[in-house]
Structure formats: structure tokens, C-alpha cells
């Protein structure tokens, strides 16, 4: 036999009471643990980003998502949401290779652009003297290899499909990747750039059809290196419309899924 006071009616209402209130408190909690240890991952690991632009074909294309490695190069404040970050530079840091696929911030200032999220192909080092003549580019007076390949198939926004020149190109230190070559273009023969010290110099591998160092970008800063492009994790055309959702799985590209940029 129990020598407990029985329980009161006011007691009775108030216990499933006071387990709603613990429980709405613990799913708070719960949520708030998840978006701290997403923020940590967003800022310090990996973070997803969207290809919005034909800049990189043929290698990134649009639709395409992706992870960029945060910490490959060390940590500015770009690393971190809305660039709040109470210091200046770069902590642990480390200079991208020749050939990396670069996340960074748009650096020039007089740009409706500025601190925008750009993706290009480090191309130039600090020192380097880069140069574009008849369509090659030149690296320290240098011709770098460009082999071609089979072409680029694209759609031509009427039903049928484009081809477009691809090249193999290999740079001094054995990075080899696919650029397109659409024809004579401003970007076929350009001055001689020499990559200020602590900077460096970006191509879109869209060689005729990207802002780049070549035009309103200009040299990029370390301090806005955001992070390395690793990996595609999901991919989809333009043939899905968002408010029929019986178009999604026929434009998934899954042939992209999962893949390693190059």
C-alpha cells in the first residue's frame, strides 16, 4: 500500500501541462542544436553552392550543385555568413594551386557585382605573367598545350543541339581540364597581366563567355577566397518547371550526381 497523498484534481491538470511545456522546450532546443552544428558545417567545412551561369562549361553547368571545401584555403571573413568576421587577412591559410575551382568574392569595388559569390579557374599565380594570344594562353611567355577533343554538344533553345569547339588544356603543373573555344572573341588577345603579390588570376573555362581576371573582376585577393569546388552532389536542366513537379526526375542529370570537379 502506497503511503502517498492522493493526487488532487488540481494536480491531475496540471502534469499533462507541465509535460507539453517540456517538450515544446526540448524540440527548441533540438532545433537550435541543429542549426548551430549546419552553421558550423556551413563555416568551417563545406558549404553548397548553385551554378547560376555557363561561365565554366563545359565543366560546370547550370543547375549544377555543389560542395566547396571552406577550409583548403584557410579563413577570412568572407569564410563566414554576410562576411561578419572580426578580423581582417587570412587565418590558416594556404595558397590554392594552378588549376584549383575557386569560389571567391566578386573584389572589385566599382562593380554592381561586389561581394558577389563568383566560381573560376585559377589560372594565374602571384608573379605570373598571363597573356591570351590567337586564342592560346600564355603563361610566363609560355604557350600552354590545348589539344582539341570532341566537340561540346549544348541545346540551342529551339528544340536542337549546338556543337561547340572543346579543348584539352595542361597546365605547367599537369592540371589538365576541357575549355570551349566559341570563335574570335575580345578575349582571344589580351594584354599581358602580371599577378600582383598575394593575388591571383581567374578564367572562366567558357573561355569566350566569362567575366573573369581577363575583364571586370580584375586580380583576386586571397583575403576572398571563399573555398575549393570538390564535389557535384545533384544536377538538374532547365526542363523542370518548379510548379509541376512531375517535370523534376526527367531533368535530373544523374549522370552528374556525385561527381569530382576536375
Known sequence: MSDDPPMSAKDEAAAPAKKQ???????VKTIAYALLIALVIRTFLFQPFSIPSG???ATLLVGDYLFVEKFAYGYSRHSFPFSLAPFSGR???????RGDVVVFKMPN?????YLDDYIKRVIGLPGDRIQMIDGFLYIDDRKVPKVR?????????????????????TLPNGKSYLVLDRGASEFDNTPAYIVPPGNYFMMGDNRDNSDDSRGEVG?????????????????????AIWYE??????????????????
Open 91 to 97: 587565418i590558416f591559410g594556404a595558397a590554392p594551386a
Open 21 to 27: 511545456g517540456e517538450s515544446w522546450i526540448e524540440t
Open 55 to 57: 561561365s565554366m562549361e
Open 245 to 262: 513537379p512531375w517535370t523534376w526526375p526527367g531533368a535530373i542529370r544523374f549522370s552528374r550526381m556525385f561527381t569530382v570537379i576536375d
Open 219 to 239: 586580380y583576386v585577393p586571397a583575403a576572398m577566397l571563399v573555398g575549393r569546388a570538390e564535389i557535384r552532389f545533384f544536377s538538374i536542366d532547365d526542363s
Open 149 to 169: 577533343v570532341a566537340d561540346y554538344i549544348e541545346p540551342d533553345g529551339f528544340g536542337g543541339t549546338h556543337h561547340v569547339a572543346q579543348f584539352r588544356e
Open 109 to 113: 569595388r566599382r562593380s554592381e557585382h
